[in-house]
């Protein structure tokens, strides 16, 4: 079984949610225990194998996966297993689930109050510099913004993460969100700076982890460099699937 990281998100009742760490799995070495993504140096049977044991416990079908780039760049997440070059997705499509992989990075999971519509954000300053969450709404303009429900995932937290001058420099609207150190670098408040954007977007129904992945039970890139990755995965649990065998 896949171990589950637990926070009280509110969302509709034909809504599900999964965030997993990294103690049990079946990944070995560097990549343990359940890591999620092919392209980090893990074996592809201990992948698959770590896939198809949590599809088995959700009961889910298919997962719908990112090639994260760090871009601005969103999907309507198809029956692809892999969305090419993309870091959101979303769908309506009651047999497609939306799985983002991270590793100090936000995992951003998204619904609205009626249940119909899921979707997906990976946000690392690069993304949030771009305007990723921004393009992310700005598609769904129709959806009043007070509808949204958003959970900000685990990411790491502001004292584990310096970034040079030049990342504070895109940020200036967010400034207070950066703490100066004394090499002359910045530690960076990614997980407020990704809530202060859903908030002046008029976006107010959002659940914000508290747990740094440099610090948990998680992957972390900054702490090990050579490591795994988390999933963060949404669905619908009101359809009627065929759980597929691997």
Known sequence: MISRYDIDWK???NIGFFISTNQTGHSKGKYKSANFSFSVGD?????IENIRCLKSQLKISDIVFMQQT???IILEANKSKIMQKCDAIFTR???ISCAVLTADCIPILITE???KLIGCIHAGWRGLQSGI????FRKHSKISKSDFKVLIGPCISTYNYEVKEDVFQNFMRYRNRFVKNNSGNYYMDIRN???DILTDLGISDVTISKSCTYEGKFYSYRREKITGRFISLIWFKNDIRKIKKN
């Open 11 to 13: 969302v509709p009742d």
């Open 133 to 136: 969450i921004e393009k992310f």
């Open 70 to 72: 760090h871009s601005n």
């Open 93 to 95: 499509n009651h047999e």
């Open 43 to 47: 074996s592809e049977k201990n992948v």
């Open 113 to 115: 109050k009626t249940g």
């Open 193 to 195: 700076i990704a809530y």
